[in-house]
Protein backbone atom coordinates (compact mmCIF):
# COMPACT_ATOMS: atom_id res chain seq x y z
CA UNK A 1 0.00 0.00 0.00
CA UNK A 2 1.22 3.69 -1.44
CA UNK A 3 1.24 5.59 1.77
CA UNK A 4 2.71 8.85 3.23
CA UNK A 5 2.42 9.96 6.89
CA UNK A 6 3.01 13.48 8.37
CA UNK A 7 4.06 14.50 11.35
CA UNK A 8 5.64 17.48 13.57
CA UNK A 9 3.44 20.48 13.36
CA UNK A 10 2.14 22.01 16.38
CA UNK A 11 1.93 25.58 18.11
CA UNK A 12 5.34 27.88 17.87
CA UNK A 13 5.69 31.46 17.91
CA UNK A 14 6.97 33.89 15.64
CA UNK A 15 10.20 33.53 14.87
CA UNK A 16 10.51 29.84 15.82
CA UNK A 17 11.48 26.57 13.39
CA UNK A 18 9.85 23.43 13.08
CA UNK A 19 10.53 20.05 11.13
CA UNK A 20 8.25 18.28 9.39
CA UNK A 21 8.66 14.63 9.03
CA UNK A 22 7.21 13.10 5.63
CA UNK A 23 7.29 9.17 6.01
CA UNK A 24 6.88 7.13 3.04
CA UNK A 25 5.88 3.48 2.75
CA UNK A 26 4.95 1.25 0.39
CA UNK A 27 7.70 2.71 -2.47
CA UNK A 28 10.87 4.27 -2.37
CA UNK A 29 11.67 7.62 -2.06
CA UNK A 30 14.70 6.98 -4.72
CA UNK A 31 12.26 7.49 -7.88
CA UNK A 32 9.68 9.76 -6.38
CA UNK A 33 9.78 13.80 -5.96
CA UNK A 34 7.86 14.74 -2.55
CA UNK A 35 6.21 17.68 -1.96
CA UNK A 36 4.89 19.89 0.89
CA UNK A 37 1.68 21.89 0.44
CA UNK A 38 -0.37 23.82 2.70
CA UNK A 39 -3.46 25.05 2.93
CA UNK A 40 -4.97 27.73 5.37
CA UNK A 41 -8.81 27.96 6.44
CA UNK A 42 -10.81 29.86 3.96
CA UNK A 43 -7.46 29.70 1.42
CA UNK A 44 -6.59 27.65 -1.28
CA UNK A 45 -4.13 24.61 -1.50
CA UNK A 46 -0.50 26.21 -2.36
CA UNK A 47 2.90 24.49 -3.19
CA UNK A 48 5.77 25.38 -0.36
CA UNK A 49 8.54 22.90 -1.89
CA UNK A 50 9.12 19.98 -3.59
CA UNK A 51 12.62 17.85 -3.70
CA UNK A 52 12.94 15.53 -6.78
CA UNK A 53 13.71 11.51 -6.72
CA UNK A 54 17.69 11.15 -5.99
CA UNK A 55 17.33 8.84 -9.03
CA UNK A 56 15.99 11.50 -11.51
CA UNK A 57 17.67 14.26 -10.76
CA UNK A 58 20.26 14.33 -7.92
CA UNK A 59 17.29 15.62 -5.10
CA UNK A 60 16.92 19.14 -7.13
CA UNK A 61 15.17 21.26 -4.63
CA UNK A 62 12.13 23.85 -5.47
CA UNK A 63 10.47 26.72 -3.29
CA UNK A 64 8.14 29.16 -3.54
CA UNK A 65 9.01 32.92 -2.67
CA UNK A 66 6.83 32.91 0.15
CA UNK A 67 9.34 30.20 1.99
CA UNK A 68 12.71 31.06 0.19
CA UNK A 69 15.08 31.30 2.32
CA UNK A 70 13.44 30.04 5.43
CA UNK A 71 12.20 26.74 4.44
CA UNK A 72 14.54 23.68 3.67
CA UNK A 73 13.34 20.58 1.91
CA UNK A 74 15.75 17.75 2.35
CA UNK A 75 15.60 13.50 1.48
CA UNK A 76 16.79 10.53 3.78
CA UNK A 77 16.71 7.86 1.30
CA UNK A 78 17.77 5.74 4.36
CA UNK A 79 14.73 6.54 6.04
CA UNK A 80 12.56 7.18 3.41
CA UNK A 81 11.88 10.32 4.71
CA UNK A 82 11.46 13.84 3.09
CA UNK A 83 11.87 16.79 6.21
CA UNK A 84 10.82 20.24 5.87
CA UNK A 85 12.64 22.45 7.95
CA UNK A 86 10.80 25.77 8.63
CA UNK A 87 12.74 28.50 10.33
CA UNK A 88 11.56 31.98 10.79
CA UNK A 89 7.92 31.24 11.08
CA UNK A 90 5.35 33.86 10.37
CA UNK A 91 1.46 33.90 11.45
CA UNK A 92 1.02 33.58 7.52
CA UNK A 93 2.80 30.14 7.42
CA UNK A 94 -0.53 28.50 9.57
CA UNK A 95 -2.08 26.04 7.99
CA UNK A 96 -2.49 21.96 7.63
CA UNK A 97 0.85 20.86 6.18
CA UNK A 98 0.64 18.06 3.73
CA UNK A 99 2.97 16.23 1.40
CA UNK A 100 2.51 13.78 -1.48
CA UNK A 101 4.60 11.93 -4.12
CA UNK A 102 4.49 11.61 -7.77
CA UNK A 103 7.51 10.21 -10.23
CA UNK A 104 10.18 10.99 -10.59
CA UNK A 105 10.23 14.93 -10.82
CA UNK A 106 8.76 17.78 -9.19
CA UNK A 107 7.92 19.42 -12.82
CA UNK A 108 7.56 22.72 -13.77
CA UNK A 109 3.89 23.12 -12.23
CA UNK A 110 5.04 21.35 -9.08
CA UNK A 111 3.30 24.20 -7.02
CA UNK A 112 -0.58 23.34 -8.56
CA UNK A 113 -0.10 19.84 -7.08
CA UNK A 114 -2.19 18.41 -9.82
CA UNK A 115 -0.31 15.20 -10.85
CA UNK A 116 0.51 14.41 -7.14
CA UNK A 117 -0.99 11.05 -5.56
CA UNK A 118 -0.39 9.46 -2.04
CA UNK A 119 -1.72 12.64 -0.22
CA UNK A 120 -0.95 12.04 3.38
CA UNK A 121 -3.46 13.69 6.37
CA UNK A 122 -1.67 16.73 6.60
CA UNK A 123 -0.59 18.45 10.55
CA UNK A 124 -1.40 21.42 11.74
CA UNK A 125 0.87 24.72 11.96
CA UNK A 126 0.35 27.13 14.44
CA UNK A 127 2.44 30.54 14.06
CA UNK A 128 0.91 32.53 17.51
CA UNK A 129 2.20 34.42 20.13
Known amino acids: QVQVVESGGGLVQPGGSLRLSCVASGFSLEYYAIGWFRQAPGKEREGSSCISSSVASDGSTYYRDSVKGRFTISGDNAKNTVYLQMNSLKPEDTAVYYC???????????????????WGQGTQVTVSS
Open 100 to 118: AARTPWCGVNWYRGRDFAS
